[in-house]
């Protein structure tokens, strides 16, 4: 079955640590997006990427990085720079230029310790 | 930024009732998307309508369009306890971005 899958699921961070979170899709879509998603609130996107090797920022870019260096995978960077990485982190993906609708996976969990 | 704005943020019905979302939003779209999130899960795609339609069906659900208002409404008939979520409305923007509002909290009573 295609679909996009996010791991962890759980992660826990300390103070000042990098992580990484991984996504994976194997739908051919060419655009990937990541959003965080704080309790009670709505997405806000953080990177997103419309091809291989090219990626944009989003509304809340400052104290992540991404890479794209495949089409299956767009893994979100937390750094420390990060001031307040606790949240709900959700991946997704879509066919470029058509606008139609996002495949999101099932997110991680980040909480710093 | 946050382009759509749900009302009411929660809304709690009884099983087999009505349940009516709305969304307001700012600028002009090339279509609206409502998505449902359970508990702690990823959302769900659940219906698109296009800016140029005004109505639009998907088995219980049906949503609304007014361009003229800048607003959507999500009708969720004969509603189930399985239906208790968030639901969300998106706006694509340019960019192929979509930009979510902050939700309803639907929650139904068996």
């Known amino acids: ?113 | 930024s946050q382009q759509g704005e749900e009302d009411p943020q929660a809304l709690s019905i009884q099983e087999g009732e009505n349940a009516t979302m709305n969304c307001s939003y700012k600028t002009s779209i090339n279509n609206l998307q409502w998505y449902r999130q359970n508990s702690g899960r990823g959302l769900v795609h659940l219906i698109l309508i296009r800016s140029n339609e005004r109505e639009k069906h998907s088995g219980r659900l049906r949503v609304t369009l007014d361009t003229s208002k800048k607003s959507s409404s999500l009708l969720i008939t004969a509603s189930r306890a399985a239906d208790t979520a968030s639901y969300f409305c998106a706006t694509l923007e340019y960019g192929n971005k979509l930009v979510f509002g902050a939700g309803t909290i639907l929650r139904v009573k068996s």
């Open chain 1, 1 to 113: 079955d295609g679909g996009i899958t996010q791991s962890p699921k759980y992660l826990f961070r300390k103070e000042g640590q990098n992580v990484t979170l991984s996504c994976e899709q194997n739908l051919n879509h060419d655009a990937m997006y990541w959003y965080r998603q704080d309790p009670g609130q709505g997405l806000r996107l953080i990177y997103y990427s419309q091809i291989v090797n090219d990626f944009q920022k989003g509304d809340i870019a400052e104290g992540y990085s991404v890479s794209r260096e495949k089409k299956e995978s767009f893994p979100l960077t937390v750094t420390s720079a990060q001031k307040n990485p606790t949240a709900f982190y959700l991946c997704a993906s879509s066919i470029t230029g058509q606008g139609g609708g996002y495949t999101f996976g099932s997110g991680t969990r980040l909480t710093v310790v």
